[in-house]
């Protein structure tokens, strides 16, 4: 099959063939078609496999009778809205909708959070007809009141399960309310648990569902690797990898913001360079961060599960997942960062005895066994090593310096207490009258007392003191 066979419009067919694409991927044939025909779509599909044309096409195509170019912001309403998870996946989708759409005089743009809201206004304000949002901005420009809703034809939920998730099924709620009841709406994903699916039939009128793997699969062309080590042993076997194997454009995981700030810092001190990204860094470090990476000017990209959805970096040769992540899901989206667009790549897992049941999760998930590899040279070192990764000394075997240590120790002379010089440790005991005494007696000469005011009531006369 051909995208012309898809019934594309012919705008759409040169921009295709601009990227150099001529067959749809099997998600885009069997999900086009539908959406196409105006109706819901649940589609799940292994990540790399062109999910996001699969929606940004056919809804330009049903778009494409509102293009005009007239500068009136009245004639550019909101018609289609994109909601995405991460703002790394919000930009990819609106460079994804400028590429197929620019033979259409459709208006876009995006928001999300981390940069400043007035640029954004005023695009809005200008009017776009598609809308990339992640849900925290988006309702804050509805609480603005600086983007209006009421119009939209097309509502699109990429990345459905992450949307759908407890984290951001409120937000979810508080958007679709304004929304239009009458709408197309789809969904997107690779994995879908079964309780995901429930809720998302909520949202879709007699959806078709789109299936173009088994569920929860990841693609093939992806090689897995699993390294049992200790957790103190990880970063110094994920140097060796990449030294040793001279590993280029690497991404790791990790599950905490901290901890990849540590291990990018550690990695930079072993001579790899590696930067970290995460929620906590800026919007504008973030795109610095994944622009040099994908220039090749970083080796390695450590992030947290930000990195994991959508994100999609050309020809990505490595995923190492320094921790495993723990819902076995996650796993399937970390490791479809590689081996995009049926090129080859290779998942590499530092597993730790703690990790065991998170490991067996992830196989259970994906119902296949994955391969442990030997460490090699790197286990046969630290096994050598002490506990500490401190190195014996040459020319001094371990056993004489211990018996070296019980010699000083038996020949060390016996501690003895030096006297204290405090008084009142060394000299007799002295009663308390006979002290007050002797106080008295050796007491330096001070001198006169200053009369300073009572703080009491005057003693009471003499009589009245004896009775």
Same mark, same amino acid.
């Given at each position: 099959m051909l995208f012309f066979d898809l019934g594309l419009a012919p705008e759409l067919l040169r921009a295709i063939a601009d990227q150099g694409y001529t067959d749809p991927t099997p998600v885009q044939a069997k999900a086009i078609p539908p959406i196409l025909q105006g109706q819901d779509v649940m589609a799940a599909a292994q990540t790399g496999t062109g999910k996001t044309a699969g929606f940004t096409l056919p809804m330009l195509q049903r778009l494409k009778e509102f293009a005009n170019s007239s500068v009136s912001p009245a004639r550019h309403p909101v018609r289609a809205l994109i909601l995405t998870p991460t703002r790394e996946l919000a930009a990819q989708v609106q460079d994804s909708v400028k590429t197929y759409g620019k033979h259409i005089a459709l208006r876009s743009a995006v928001v999300y959070g981390g940069v400043h809201i007035d640029p954004q206004i005023a695009e809005l304000r200008a009017g776009v007809e598609i809308l990339v949002a992640t849900p925290g901005r988006l309702l804050d420009h509805?609480?603005?009141?600086?983007? /209006?809703?009421?119009?939209?034809?097309?509502?699109?939920? =990429?990345? $459905?399960d992450r949307m759908l998730d407890m984290g951001f099924l409120p937000d979810i709620k508080r958007i679709l309310s304004v929304l239009p009841a009458k709408r197309q709406s789809l969904l997107f994903s690779a994995t879908y648990s079964d309780d995901i699916r429930g809720l998302a039939k909520q949202f879709l009128t007699n959806p078709v569902s789109v299936e173009v793997a088994r569920r929860n699969s990841v693609i093939e062309t992806v090689t897995h690797l699993v390294y049992k080590v200790e957790g103190t042993a990880k970063r =110094?076997?994920?140097?060796?990898? &990449?030294?040793?194997? =001279?590993?280029?454009?690497?991404?790791?995981?990790? /599950?905490?913001? &901290?901890? $990849? /700030?540590?291990?990018?810092?550690k990695l930079d001190k072993d001579g790899v360079g590696a930067a970290a990204i995460h929620s906590d860094r800026t919007q504008g470090e973030r795109m610095q961060a994944l622009a040099e990476f994908k220039e090749g000017k970083t080796k390695v990209l450590v992030a947290t599960d930000i990195a994991a959805r959508g994100l999609d970096i050309e020809q990505l040769p490595f995923v190492v997942n320094f921790d495993l992540p723990g819902s076995p899901e996650d796993y399937v989206h970390r490791v479809g960062r590689t081996g995009r667009a049926g090129l080859t790549g290779e998942a590499i897992s530092l597993v730790s005895d703690e990790e065991r049941d998170d490991l067996a999760a992830i196989e259970k998930l994906l119902k296949i066994k994955l391969p442990v590899q030997d460490p090699g040279q790197f286990a046969r070192e630290r096994v050598s090593a002490p506990r500490g990764g401190s190195r014996r000394p040459e020319g001094r075997p371990a056993a004489r310096r211990d018996e070296h240590r019980r010699d000083t120790h038996r020949a060390a002379p016996p501690r003895t207490t030096a006297p204290s010089a405090d008084p009142l440790f060394s000299r007799p005991y002295i009663p308390s009258s006979e002290?007050?005494?002797? $106080?008295?007696?050796? $007491?330096p000469a001070r001198g006169p007392k200053k009369e300073i005011a009572a703080l009491f009531l005057p003693p009471a006369p003499a009589e009245k003191q004896d009775a």
């Open positions: 509805l609480g603005q009141k600086t983007v /209006n809703l009421s119009q939209v034809q097309f509502l699109v939920l =990429d990345e $459905a =110094d076997l994920l140097t060796h990898l &990449i030294k040793s194997r =001279d590993m280029r454009q690497v991404l790791v995981f990790c /599950n905490t913001k &901290i901890g $990849a /700030n540590r291990l990018a810092y002290e007050t005494q002797t $106080a008295t007696t050796v $007491a």
